[in-house]
């Protein structure tokens, strides 16, 4: 258990459902994430909150969006998804100091858009 | 351009032998280094880190990794493989181009498979 908390765990969704994915993290960090990691490819950062604000969007294509109402919430909102959405979403939260940057890592929410 | 680079894609190895699973990477400035495991159907799991200090790092589960400034490597290791050990090892740095300091570069991950 590492402190931060996915759910739900497993997901599928059809391409005009709307659905949102949760994060929680116990341990009193400042950064959350959002990542995308799919076979074969370098985990993708899509995006980065720092005390509720985002700091950085990757590029990210407008039918994800990403919410953060308090420090140790991270929602991901999903809308009209095509199939090569499907991976597996990992949410991440980190302490800048004295965290040293490290990254902890929830379990994951393995999506499949039919 | 700032990089890590996992040369292989899978590393056998028996149990009871050594292992290496080995990264290099490419960042200006000192840097900060990471290496994570990932089980079957979990996230990833910190390791271990190095930042600055002695260039042997000591980590979980008796990992530990070597930092080689000149060769810009940090190779993961541990002196007797579990099979238990057999999952995904992924290496990352820390960017260090301005405004970018939370972001992670990793590489694409060493499949480790540990033979009984």
């Known amino acids: 258990e590492t402190g931060v908390t996915q759910t739900p765990r497993h997901l599928v969704m059809g391409m005009t459902n709307k659905k949102s994915l949760k994060c929680e993290q116990h341990?009193?960090?400042?950064?959350m994430y959002w990542y995308k990691q799919s076979a074969k490819k370098p985990l993708e950062l899509m995006f980065v909150?720092?005390?509720?604000?985002?700091?950085e969007n990757n590029s990210v294509p407008s039918r994800f969006s990403p919410e953060c109402p308090n420090s140790s919430h991270l929602f991901l909102h999903l809308h009209t998804l095509q199939p090569e959405d499907s991976a597996l979403y990992l949410c991440?939260?980190?302490?800048?100091?004295?965290?040293?940057?490290?990254?902890?890592f929830g379990a994951g929410t393995r999506l499949s858009v039919l | 351009a700032q990089s890590v680079a996992q040369p292989e894609d899978q590393v056998n190895v028996a149990e009871g032998n050594p292992l290496t699973v080995k990264c290099t990477y490419s960042?200006?400035?000192?840097?900060?280094l990471f290496w994570y495991v990932q089980y079957p159907n979990r996230g990833l799991q910190f390791l271990l880190k190095?930042?600055?200090?002695d260039n042997l790092v000591k980590g979980s589960y008796g990992f530990e990794a070597e930092f080689n400034k000149s060769q810009t490597s940090f190779h993961l290791k541990k002196p007797s493989a579990l099979v238990s050990d057999s999952a995904l090892y992924f290496c990352?740095?820390?960017?260090?181009?301005?405004?970018?300091?939370?972001?992670?570069?990793w590489g694409l991950g060493t499949s480790l498979a540990v033979n009984p």
């Open positions: 909150y720092n005390f509720k604000e985002q700091t």
């Open positions: 991440a939260s980190s302490q800048d100091w004295p965290g040293a940057f490290i990254q902890y």
């Open positions: 990352a740095v820390r960017d260090m181009s301005a405004g970018n300091n939370r972001k992670l570069i």
């Open positions: 341990l009193g960090h400042n950064a």
């Open positions: 960042v200006s400035g000192n840097p900060y």
């Open positions: 190095y930042i600055t200090g």
